[in-house]
């Protein structure tokens, strides 16, 4: 089958015909899945070429385990995201050696930085915001405001409950809220939450 | 929160700036992805549909061959008990006639042992 036909198959097809020994399956697969799991990984982790290593290793993982890929279970790509941020909480975890739920320091005296800025300026500073919050709330707030990813989804992804989902989310956008839209300074004065 | 709306409207604009500049594969990636899937694919068989419980009863008796005989065997078994003929019941009504029918006895294997 020629590659554009395969764009009319959702990934579970496609990963059924790969495990049939489809070549062009396999081709499609990475075409369709890389990009997701490489952005999925460099927002996680803020390093590109460290994605990279992630995205490589979790589609590896993939290739190994389609033969015994049950339609019925999981979508791949919940499957992937799951896979992908394990992989970087492995990293972040030895390249931090603290727990994961830490809170990193933060500078004192951040000014306010939203006004007049580009969006690309827009987007490293949201990653160098995302970078301050404790991995968990990172991934949440990743997955529910970047991917679109509905709460129940996340939850599968990342094996909690949809109240937790919710909470970590909060927490983190309140925490990049802080970061990028008020200065400590003005935190302190009103601090409502 | 009074600045519950502004801090929304904020946010998004953020997380729709991140989503835009998503960070894409290069094709080097794309290929060294592509190589080790394609790899995977030709180290695994290509499974067929997994055989069930029956399917691999037959396999072990010796497929559909074996067990027609074995219907057959199973069906002459029935039909002997049902309506055994003269001769076999002739053997079944004198246990003494049981013993005449056994060719060996160990008696004689004593004797070929000498």
């Known amino acids: ?193 | 929160m009074t600045d519950k709306p502004r801090t929304e409207d904020g946010l998004q604009r953020f997380f729709d700036a991140g989503r835009a500049a998503a960070a894409e594969p290069g094709g080097d990636l794309l290929a060294r992805i592509t190589a080790q899937a394609l790899a995977e694919q030709q180290q695994r068989p290509v499974l067929a549909p997994e055989p069930g419980v029956w399917a691999l009863l037959m396999r072990a008796l010796g497929g559909w061959p074996a067990m027609a005989g074995f219907a057959a065997a199973a069906c002459t078994g029935v039909w002997l008990g049902f309506a055994p003929p003269e001769a076999v019941l002739a053997y079944f009504v004198d246990e003494n006639v049981l013993n005449a029918l056994d060719p060996i006895s160990g008696y004689d294997f004593a004797l070929l042992e000498g």
């Open chain 1, 1 to 193: 089958m020629p590659l554009d036909a395969m764009s009319d198959l959702d990934d579970e097809a496609l990963l059924a015909r790969y495990a049939a020994g489809d070549a062009s399956a396999a081709r499609a697969l990475t075409l369709r899945l890389t990009p997701i799991v490489l952005a999925h990984a460099a927002r996680l982790l803020g390093d590109r070429a460290e994605a990279e290593d992630v995205a490589q290793e979790a589609l590896l993982r993939l290739w190994r385990i389609a033969s015994d890929w049950r339609s019925d279970e999981a979508k791949v790509t919940t499957w992937l995201y799951r896979v992908t941020a394990n992989l970087c909480l492995d990293r972040l975890r030895k390249r931090r050696g603290v727990a994961l739920d830490a809170v990193p320091e933060q500078a004192d005296g951040a000014e306010t930085v939203e006004a007049g800025m580009q969006r690309s300026a827009r987007a490293e500073a949201l990653q160098a915001a995302l970078m301050q919050l404790p991995a968990r709330q990172r991934q949440a707030v990743v997955l529910r405001h970047i991917e679109g990813l509905g709460n129940a989804r996340i939850a599968a992804i990342m094996d909690i409950g949809p109240r937790a989902v919710e909470s970590l989310t909060a927490r983190g956008k309140r925490r990049l809220a802080a970061i990028l839209l008020h200065s400590r300074a003005e935190l302190g004065l009103s601090d409502d939450g």
